[in-house]
């Protein structure tokens, strides 16, 4: 069976804020969610970066869910762009990153990207002052 | 009788191409299998580097005399606004100057630009005298059409530097980096044991007229950089165990290379340059072998708290601690980040070894020595009565 791991971004209306959907993806669509990061502010639009794992067509299942209640589903997988050529491994980036996505290697002090463990929070964008990574919103997969 | 060398010694066996050289990575590997006075025996210099954020660097500029001339007393360069305040065509443009339209924008990435061989705009303006009586020119320049772009760095090459933590629950955006809140991280800029400042803490072979690498050239100190502090609490191998004394550097930007010379942006802070500076000490004598042989277990930096008024100190790490990827600061296990690139400080330490190896660098015997117990003033506010 394929299974596939997808990192979507869920942008919820106002009024969905009690409704069990993420039950439902585990329970109905046998997908298995981990939360990356959640904005829900009652009473207001929230947002969640889910890493959501199942197979295929259950994943495209839920996702269809998710859409008929007016939850925005947005796939993530390439979100931050960087531009290793001109980095200079001064390791500010390292410093915010809590995913483990960018770290310096211990032996030559260069700085690693493992884009698989980005769950995209974006503080490295600030914090390289060269000012290599950006945010890309095209629609990844 | 402890062996002593002297510089021309050493000058004579880098002409002929026998110079022993190590980076200070390697002597203080060395250090663990060889006493100090064997290392005189087999060392006859050790190379040092650093590359990181120094805001207190700049560059002159000569840009030749229009026809009809003109007294430049307001230049922009890229829109970001360079000294008005020199003789008719000099200016000299700070590295943390910035175009007020675009603020991330600034004098350090004009000079990389310029080091790049791009053209700026140069925009400037006089009143218009007798002899010079332009009162506007705007152009373009690059370093072909100007006549001198001569780096002059006023502190520099900070001998050791604080770790910066942040204890309140704000994010804080800061030369040291982006500081998370709860102390969820630290960060810390110095080389350590290859830092040239922490190899020579005493000055014995640095001083006015030691000739260097400088963003990718040869340049000299030229002084004991601004905040020259020898005062500063030291450990028991002699180091400072803060930010202490620094460096004013020359060089000719003209030869130098942004590989070396990099401009930075660091958030709701400013406008930066990262330099890149190698220092080759020569062991004359036993003292300054047992100088170079230290290692990052014995270099001790102190921890301020960033996010607090007056920045707190919270304790002391060495740099083997930093290095490790994690330390304690009052009982909590803080995660560390460099903000400064030690792979660049190895690669200009391996480099200046290179050029000494074959020749191509000699060692020069400062011309005047730095002075000693030296300290900082404030600034106070006084009361002015008119
Ligand atoms: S976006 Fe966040 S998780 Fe991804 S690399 Fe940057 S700091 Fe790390
Ligand atoms: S902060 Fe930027 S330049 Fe520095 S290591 Fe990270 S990506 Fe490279």
């Known amino acids: 069976m394929n299974i596939v791991k997808r990192r979507i971004i869920l942008r919820f209306p106002p009024q969905s804020g009690d409704k069990p959907l993420s039950y439902v993806l585990v329970k109905d669509y046998d997908i298995r969610i981990n939360i990356l990061k959640a904005e829900v502010m009652p009473g207001k639009r929230g947002s969640l970066l889910l890493e959501m794992e199942a197979r295929q067509s259950n994943l495209d299942k839920g996702i269809a869910y998710l859409e008929a209640h007016n939850v925005e589903c947005q796939p993530l997988d390439k979100r931050i762009q960087f531009n290793s050529d001109k980095c200079i491994s001064c390791g500010n980036c390292t410093a915010v990153c809590f995913a483990g996505a960018l770290t310096m290697n211990q032996v030559t002090w260069k700085m690693e990207f493992n884009k698989e463990l980005c769950v995209a929070c974006e503080l490295c964008v600030k914090a390289c002052p060269l000012r290599l990574f950006d945010i890309d919103f095209r629609d990844g997969n | ?386």
């Not at chain 2, 007294?71 to 360069?77: P, V």
């Open chain 2, 1 to 386: 009788m402890a062996k002593e060398k002297s510089y021309q010694e050493i000058n004579e066996k880098i002409k002929k191409g026998e110079a022993v050289v190590l980076t200070a990575e390697e002597v203080a590997q060395l250090a663990k299998t060889c006493t100090p006075e064997e290392i005189v025996e087999k060392v006859d210099v050790v190379t040092t580097a650093t590359f990181g954020a120094m805001c207190s660097s700049g560059v002159f500029i000569n840009f030749g005399h229009a026809d009809p001339p003109i007294r430049m007393e307001k230049i922009r360069l890229n829109g970001v606004p360079a000294y008005g305040g020199l003789a008719a065509v000099d200016t000299y443009l700070g590295a943390t100057s910035v175009n007020s339209n675009n603020p991330e924008y600034g004098g350090a990435h004009v000079m990389q630009e310029l080091i790049e061989g791009k053209d700026i705009i140069l925009e400037a303006w006089g009143k218009g005298t007798d002899c010079y009586p332009r009162k506007h020119i705007r152009t373009v320049i690059n370093k072909n059409t100007i006549n001198e772009m001569i780096l002059f760095n006023p502190r520099n090459a900070y001998q050791n530097y604080n770790v910066a933590v942040n204890t309140t629950s704000k994010i804080k955006y800061t030369y040291m980096g982006t500081l998370l809140p709860n102390m969820r991280n630290a960060t810390y800029s110095t080389a350590g044991e290859l830092s040239p400042l922490i190899n020579d803490p005493e000055f014995k072979t640095i001083g006015v007229g030691t000739r260097i690498f400088i963003g990718g050239t040869t340049g000299y100190v030229a002084w004991p950089g601004t905040q020259f502090h020898t005062t500063k609490p030291k450990d028991e191998n002699g180091v400072p165990i803060t930010n202490a004394a620094t460096l004013a550097v020359i060089g000719n930007m003209k030869e130098m290379s942004s590989a070396f010379l990099q401009a930075a942006y660091y958030e709701k802070y400013g406008v930066s340059l990262f330099v890149g500076i190698g220092i080759p000490i020569p062991v004359l004598n036993v003292e300054i072998a047992k100088r170079v042989s230290i290692n990052n277990s014995q270099i001790t930096t102190t921890v301020l708290d960033y996010g607090s008024p007056g920045q707190p100190k919270l304790g002391y790490v060495t740099y083997e601690q930093l290095r490790s990827g994690e330390i304690e600061v009052n009982g909590q296990k803080v995660r560390t980040a460099p903000v400064a690139s030690l792979a660049k400080a190895r690669t200009i330490a391996a480099l200046l070894k290179e050029m000494i190896e074959k020749g191509d660098f000699l060692l020069q015997e400062p011309i005047q020595m730095f002075p000693t117990g030296t300290s900082l003033k404030g600034l106070a506010e006084i009361e002015i009565t008119e």
